[in-house]
């Protein structure tokens, strides 16, 4: 459709050459080839001025448009996924699912001294905003956080997870094959959400000194580790193994007085390590 600009110059050149441009005697009756060839510069000065960027759109549009055309201009909140870079502002929803380990049994405060919340801290400290859910609840077996703490993904919508169990497993007796199915099932639930999910390995808390009392055996930690191991490498989830630091927390001590649970000084160790271990979860 052609914009009221070019329709008007259309006419105003019609005019000229008919020497009809509406005001009687402006312009000759009748012009000559030679007067025409005289005009035409100053007719395509006209033509340029009417029809350059800018010029007005239909009756009631906007300068620049139709209406009927798509916008070239983006609209900012809704880039498309993939674009560009990650945004540094955006936050974190950091959902921690575990046990006591996870729920930072042992720390002074387990609001401050878990290591998800250790580890949240260092992430606020590089930049990001972090809101964390921290699920881990002590003495839960992987079938018992399936009840409990996989519901609070619907919930809370986290975009990074960490997976921790198998200690109270062992100590309950739970089959292999029963933790193998149940840890499948909340590793299908995290990653079914489209969160980052990072999944840790046991400490050495068979060594501590109740460790043994809780049927706690290398053979057996090292058995449901693998367990864990291959579950998450067939889905694709990143184990973060933490077996040397637990190694030397252990050579170190480092338990608390109920005998089975590490220092607040061995999470925070554990969040340092976690820290450069995961890819920086609010920058490109």
Known sequence: MRSRCSSGVALAVAQILRGDSGSRGRYPRAVTAHRVWLLFPFLLLVALLFVAPGCGGDDGGEAGGSGNEPSSTEDPEATSPGSGPADESAEVRY???????????????IETGSFPARLAERWRKAGCTVELNNAGISGYTAGQM??????????????????????????????????????????????????????????????????????????????????????????????????????????????????IHPTEAAYDAWAEALAKMIPSPCKP
């Open 146 to 259: 399936i009840d409990d703490q996989l519901p609070r993904i619907g919930e809370f919508g986290p975009n990074l997870i960490t997976f921790q169990s198998g200690a109270n497993d062992i100590a309950n007796s739970v089959s292999e094959a029963e933790y193998r199915k149940n840890i499948g099932v909340v590793l299908d639930a995290a990653v079914a959400s489209g969160a980052r999910v990072f999944v840790l390995l046991q400490n050495e808390w068979f060594r501590a000194p109740d460790g043994p009392s809780y049927g706690g055996t290398r053979a057996l930690r090292d058995a449901y580790d693998a367990i864990m191991i291959k579950e998450a490498g067939s889905r694709g989830v990143k184990v973060v193994d933490l077996r040397p630091i637990y190694k030397q927390q252990a050579d170190d001590d480092e338990w608390v007085d109920d005998g």
């Open 95 to 109: 959902l921690a699912i575990g046990d006591s380990l996870s729920q930072g049994i042992g720390a002074e405060d």
